[in-house]
């Protein structure tokens, strides 16, 4: 019905910057919204970032000022920007959208993980 394709993880320095994407396709009909979470070894999985079809956004506390979500309605792809990355950023990072179907259901969908790891 939904899928969703995470990119853009990998391993970075303290400091460093890493640009996640996650390209949604199928059979949506709207979103209402989308957004990232991650989950570390013996965490639980936690919202990171999300931002709504009208464009407002949330984020977690601890990357409020160094990661930034932004949307390409046209592309149905949003990005996770993540800046002055730090070694407890390091998880999977997996994508989420709340969407309507053209079966006219709403349902949630999640990405296969993308591995972030900040050491040096």
Not at 24 to 35: D, K, L, P, T, V
Not at 78 to 103: F, G, H, R, W
């Amino acid at each position: 019905q939904v899928q969703l394709v995470e990119s853009g993880g990998g391993l970075v320095q303290p400091g460093g910057s890493l640009r996640l994407s996650c390209a949604a396709s199928g059979s949506i009909f709207r979103f209402y919204a989308m957004g990232w979470y991650r989950q570390a070894p013996g965490k639980q999985r936690e919202l990171v970032a999300a931002v709504t079809s009208g464009g407002s956004t949330k984020y977690t506390d601890s990357v409020k000022g160094r990661f930034t979500i932004s949307g390409d309605n046209a592309k149905n792809t949003v990005y996770l920007q993540m800046n002055s990355l730090k070694p407890e950023d390091t998880a999977v990072y997996y994508c989420n959208a709340d969407v309507i179907t053209t079966t006219l259901r709403r349902g949630d969908y999640w990405g296969q993980g993308t591995q972030v790891t900040v050491s040096s």
